[in-house]
């Protein structure tokens, strides 16, 4: 491709690195360019926005300005709505090509990207968009997607550039501080520090010591926080892409092919469970990609209005801090606030109790948890919300009972005794039901809050009502209309016996297909 010598902008969202990004590599092939960000203040006054994300994201343009720096240019960083940056600086430098990921975001950067697409139209700049992930903008069927997928992450690794050519005359800045986005410090002690390098590290430690019992023990609220990959926030906000995690996972995965060793056996037991939920991420950010509303609206129909809203404050709050009366629940919830991380079954089992157990609105309980996950992404986290839930009509409904949950999970209270030291005195016997412990007397309603409902009156109601509504004559002709637009297809997730032409090649866990719809 010839360089030319007009500039063109690549603007970074959430794919903030260098490596394997096609738009960058597309762009500094053909001339200038200008490494864009914009910090855009009403996007960081959005309800599912938190100073955790901020600083996670802080981290991540460091980072990516350190790389870009190393090639040749710096990260241009602008505050403002993203229209108004890039008209200033069209007056400023007069660039005609603009490149980036396509974004599968919120309501509000749908409408923004909209914005932006017009702005362009009108003045005859060429937005380039690439898809990222595995999501398809425009999908016409769910047909063949989990195909699609594995070529799309077998692709070869797009090389970044070795260098790229700055324009003169430009100031780079920094991102602001979290205080200037109007963003107070939410509690987050222990969060994961952001950036490529952190990501790699995580990667690489996952791959060769953390993930052996990685299947083993993800759904403990302890070992889990070691043995899950915790890549998710790097994912979220492109620290590192899934391609060259997907790839890294398959490569180790194929040299312990042939190793009969217990050793081995686990290790590729528990590559195949990662993969699979590689897999999972895309699968689910492909709903919001073809429904944006379902960040706002049930899924089925006869689910919309369950729930009365506004929530009732009290209980939100009661949940939102661990506060509840619920050993296991409230030591997840203040775990998840001072660190931003808990596993899937931890917060699958936060929203069935606020769902089903508090009967709070899973859009209330879905903003306070997109809050809290550093690694907040709409496309997962509003699915997720809705099939926990109970509003997709087509999943199984799970009730999680926390007591059961903690003792299952936390055996020896460990994680219980850390996070609820109120509680550091009950015997192991009754850490998860303190109501039942003869000392319970002192502390419960005066160190410790009673419990904010009857589980089982609650828990029996819920069952009722969810039930009962999906035995109406009519409420699965719509849950298979919305099977067949958001469903997985079984033969597509299958091992065909056909072998692909793009390698590496895909694993395909047997157990894949277990939380999809
Ligand atoms: C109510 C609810 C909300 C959620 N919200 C988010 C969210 O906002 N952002 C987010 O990244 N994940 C979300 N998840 C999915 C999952 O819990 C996290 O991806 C996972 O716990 C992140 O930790 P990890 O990176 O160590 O995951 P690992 O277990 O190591 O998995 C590796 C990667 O696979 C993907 N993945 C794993 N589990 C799932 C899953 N169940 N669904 C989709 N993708 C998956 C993630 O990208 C993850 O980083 C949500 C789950 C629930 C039940």
Redesign the pocket.
Known sequence: MPVTATPAVVWFKRDLRTQDHRPLAAAAERGPVIPLLVIEPEYWAQPDAAHRHYVFMRDCAQALDEALTARGARLVVRIGPAVEVLAELRRQIGFSEMWSHEETGNAWTYRRDRAVQAWCRAHKITWHEFPQTGVIRRLKSREGWARHWDRLMAEPIVSDPDRIIPVPDIEPALVPPPECAGLAFDGCTERQTGGRPAALARLHSFLNERGKTYRRD?SNPLDGAAA?????PY??WGAVSMREVAQSAWKQHAELRGDTSGHAREWRGSLAS?SG??H??CH?MQKLESQPSIEHTEFHLATRGLRPRPADGQRLAAWACGQTGFPFIDACMRSLNATG?I??RM??ML?SFASYNLWLPWQDTGLV??RL?T???PG??WP??QM?SGTTGINTIRIYNPVKQGYDQDPDGRFVRRWVPELATVPDAFLQEPWNWDGAADLIGYRYPERIVDLEATTAAAKELMFGMRRAADFHKASDAIQEKHGSRKSGMRITGKKSRARPQPLRPKAQAQ?EF
């Open positions: 993800m899950c990959s915790r890549l998710s994912l979220a990662f939920r590689l999972w991420h689910f991380w596993n899937f917060r699958a929203v948890l997109a996950f690694d907040y992404e997962i986290h997720q919300m926990q939380f």
